[in-house]
């Protein structure tokens, strides 16, 4: 990065003694990858590498030049063989007789498929003419902080100059297709000692005979522009100076956890998003700096920068010396609505006759002064790596307006990659999303068996889901298995003891921050008690009301404080017992805490429905196996009850049962999905039990 505070120079990471034996699509590989792992380099899913590698032709058995190259989408970091489309270069070469001009250049991306080589499937990108057309045999195209700074400087020509001289060359900026795979090839052949190109507001390409030296090639370019840059700033303000200060890091995540969950609900209507929040040294010099509001108009430059961030964010307007944030939020409402006009007029202004229907208007990419930035998207992952790109815009802008003036694309070229017929295609080609996709879940228990299965359902629907559980232990194994299974976007744990209001409350908090609010809580956390009514304590008594009746109570009311903030509806489902609707022998304190469940899931029903807020419970019976409730004494006092042995409680409970069926965690976890989902939009109040039949329990 620009930023010195980030520490020093990229390393050379090219091992030789892995790289020795590799075949040339396997150097290829460990090139990417080694050059992904570093995020100065290219940022998430950016930038693209190749190789031209002789082979066998599979049905001619001639040897035959094949261009491998990133196929269309993949990250450099994580690419394996499978990532990358293989096409003949003699036909590839052979596109060139086709060609009819600029205005006709999108027609040539048809054509890559019929110069694929050995059937692959990896569809290739449109930066394929550019590693095509570069007479070298690897060429690596980076999207580096520091070379996009140059690229986005008013004079980045002479910049490119002043720090390379003839090494590297500069390119006017060109859409990405054939007619800049065109440019390329004409510069190489013009410049036979150059070892790359600087192509405005872009990029870097750079090149070389064999994977190492184009490698170095890379990783030593870079590293000269860091240095010049550095040299360049020192002593210099940067973004202007300081223009505010920023609140510590408690006061700045108690604000993220008011605002998030209201910009979300603003932006929310046609599709739920999901929110992340970084606050990170870079983010808050740029925030609370006097050029702020006149560089962020500006927008991103570089298209992988601003297909992800929108060309320009919203700038929230705060005072952190006078920190009044119920005014932001008078204003949440005018100021998006606001930014939607913007971003119609400017779709108005440069939209085609053939361009696509204009997509959300709403911002991604949301800075506050003295707080950080928020960004929203459908799912975790494109709300976090959207930061993430828009950290890069941030670097860049530091580096050229240090140095220079930092140029943004202008309207006209950012919309044409934006409404790009080629990116529309690629957007409709995307899988549809899953029925729970841009839904958040906070589940209570999440660490048992029955949380642990909810977490499970909801996850593979496409949720994001908070694991809130008071065992510590169980609660860090639960997330270590569904953050592997799922990914670490997808699942986050948090210490909640449901009886502990300030505990409650911050656990919420902490959802809020982390995803941008809640639309489904699972009410789970449980315990279990058996005892005749003259041995029940009130200890015994108090603890089943105080976890089972008032930590129900508490979880919902924090939930209905963030669903009404959002207004657009939420989802309780609570996992009560038969045994709310069924007394029990000896179990007193848990049947009544049980009832109070129930009627209280009833009274919420009434008070949500006008806010779209349903509320349903789901009663489960004898479910032992994975339930921590049945790993301590309540299996040996029900047992006891029953006057049987432990190991014949579950056949006692499958056999009583109407169906002769036993219960397990995966069956209540089913039912908690139907009442979560759109499967059950016109469902509240109504009681699901997954016992295998008892007659006792009918709600009717």
């Known amino acids: 990065m620009l930023d010195k505070r980030s520490g020093s120079r990229l390393a050379n990471l090219w091992d030789d003694a892995k790289a020795e034996g590799m075949s040339g699509p396997e150097l290829l590989v460990y090139r990417s990858n080694t050059l992904g792992s570093d ?123 002043e720090i390379f001289g003839d090494a590297i060359g500069w390119l006017p900026w060109k859409r990405p297709g054939f007619e800049l795979g065109l440019w390329l090839e004409k510069f190489c052949l013009e410049n036979p000692d150059a070892k790359g190109v600087v192509l405005e507001s872009h990029g870097l390409f750079t090149w070389g005979d064999t994977p190492k030296e184009c490698y170095e090639t890379t990783i030593s370019v870079i590293n000269q522009a860091i240095d010049w840059f550095e040299r360049k700033s020192e002593g210099k303000a940067i973004f202007g100076g300081e223009a505010v200060q920023s609140l510590d890091a408690p006061a700045r995540r108690a604000i993220a956890a008011k605002l998030m969950p209201r910009i979300r609900g603003l932006i929310s209507e046609k599709s739920h998003k999901l929110g992340h929040f970084d606050d990170q040294p870079a983010v808050l010099e740029f925030v609370n700096s006097k050029d702020l509001r006149p560089l962020a108009a500006l927008g991103t430059s570089c298209p992988d920068h601003f297909l992800r961030t929108k060309i320009r964010p919203l700038v929230i307007e705060f005072d952190p010396a006078k920190p009044d944030v119920d005014a932001v939020i008078a204003r949440l409402a005018d100021d998006i609505a606001e930014y939607r006009v913007g971003y119609q007029a400017y779709y108005d202004a440069c939209k085609h006759p053939d361009s696509p229907a204009i997509r959300d208007p709403n911002a991604v990419v949301y800075l506050m002064p003295g707080v950080g930035m928020f960004t929203f998207a459908g799912d975790k992952a494109t709300a976090r790596i959207s930061g993430e790109f828009y950290v890069n815009a941030i670097n860049v802008m530091r580096g050229a307006s240090t140095v220079s003036s930092y140029v943004g694309l202008s309207a006209q070229e950012a919309f044409d990659i934006e409404y790009w017929q080629l990116e529309e295609a690629k957007l409709q080609r995307l899988p549809k999303p899953k029925a729970l996709a841009g839904q958040i879940a906070l589940v209570t228990g999440g660490a048992g068996g029955i949380g642990r299965a909810t977490a499970t359902r909801l996850l593979r629907e496409g949720a994001c889901v908070v694991l809130a559980d008071i065992d510590e232990a169980a609660l860090a194994s639960a997330n270590d298995e569904l953050s592997k299974a799922y990914g670490k976007d997808f699942v986050r744990p948090v210490r909640i003891d449901v009886t502990s209001e300030d505990q409650v409350a911050s656990g919420f908090a902490e959802t809020s921050v982390e995803f941008g609010g809640i639309d489904i809580l699972v009410s789970n956390a449980g315990l279990a008690s058996s005892a005749p009514i003259e041995e029940t304590t009130l200890a015994l008594w108090n603890k089943n009301m105080d976890i089972l009746s008032t930590g129900y109570f508490l979880v919902s009311r924090e939930a209905f404080r963030l669903f009404r903030a959002q207004k657009i509806g939420g989802n309780v489902v609570f996992v009560a017992s038969k045994n709310g609707l069924a007394a029990s022998p000896n179990a007193s304190a848990y049947c009544t805490a049980k009832a109070a469940e129930i009627h209280l899931a009833r009274c919420l029903a009434l008070e949500g429905a006008e806010a779209q807020i349903r509320v349903n419970v789901v009663n489960p019976d004898a479910v032992l196996r994975g339930s921590k409730i049945w790993t301590g004494e309540w299996k040996e006092q029900r047992a006891a009850a029953y006057k049987m042995s432990t190991d014949d409680l579950e056949e006692h409970y499958r056999s009583r049962s109407m169906l002769k069926r036993s219960v397990f965690p995966e069956d209540i976890a089913e039912a908690i999905y139907f009442f979560a989902s759109g499967m059950s939009a016109k469902s509240t109040g109504n009681i699901v039990n997954v016992d295998a039949g008892n007659a006792q329990s009918f709600t009717r």
């Open 39 to 161: 995020k100065r380099v290219t940022n998430y899913g950016g930038g693209n590498t190749s190789s031209k590698v002789w082979q066998k032709d599979p049905l001619t058995g001639e040897d035959v030049e094949v261009l491998w190259v990133k196929g269309s989408g993949g990250d450099s970091a994580s690419i394996k063989l499978d990532g990358f489309a293989t096409l003949y270069m003699q036909k590839l070469r052979a596109l060139k007789g086709l060609y009819r001009g600029v205005e006709h250049e999108d027609e040539m991306v048809g054509y890559l498929p019929h110069c694929t080589f050995n059937l692959n499937p990896r569809a290739a990108s449109i930066d394929t003419p550019l590693h095509a057309f570069v007479p070298k045999a690897c060429v690596d195209h980076m999207h580096p902080d520091a070379i996009i700074a140059v690229a986005a400087a008013k004079d980045s020509k002479a910049i490119t100059k």
